[in-house]
């Protein structure tokens, strides 16, 4: 009975895992075939289980279905891709963040960058920071500045870069650049220009 009432189950979005070892060789073929937007997560080849084992090697997948879609159809996708059961997704948004561990600092960080989006789905729509997590971020960086006493704008893009920072790096670059900027001049001030930054 619970089975036939998980295939009533509907949702825009759905995830599973894939794991190299038993994917068929096509497997991002299959998917792209689809013509579903799609979104894969970096390599998760660092993860560890609780007892400090190493997990098997594996992706996450996201599928975006323009409108409500059941388990079943999710799961004949996992099946082709050999897939263990596919899941509802409950936040688009967090499953994203998640594929790099973004909000879970305990776990291993895997780049942003290596999240690959597919079929034409913007994965920087997931990825935007809410408010409260924006103003957390700028009280780091205030921190940050003053801490290590940055006084230049380019070298603080720079650590942002070299350090895979990019929530910093794009409230730098796309929302808090005004204020970003007067903590660099007010910084630069205090060091009246005679002094580098540093980090």
Known sequence: MAEKKDKRIKGRYWTMIVYPESAPE?????????????????????????????????????LCYEGPATQNMAQKIADELHSPRAQKVGSAKGMVRYFAHLDNPEKYQYSVADIVPHNGVDIAEFLKLTASQNLACM???????KEKEVDNYMDFLEFCISQGNDDWFDIAINHNTLAINKMLDAMWQKHRGNKPSKF
Do not use: C, Q, Y
Not at 42 to 49: G, K, Y
Not at 139 to 145: E, G, R, T
């Open 139 to 145: 009280k780091d960086i205030f921190k940050f500045i």
């Open 26 to 62: 096509n497997w991002r073929n299959i998917l792209d075939n689809t013509h579903l937007e799609w979104v894969e997560s970096p390599l998760h080849d660092s993860d560890v289980n609780a007892d400090g084992s190493k997990k098997k090697p594996h992706w996450h997948i996201m």
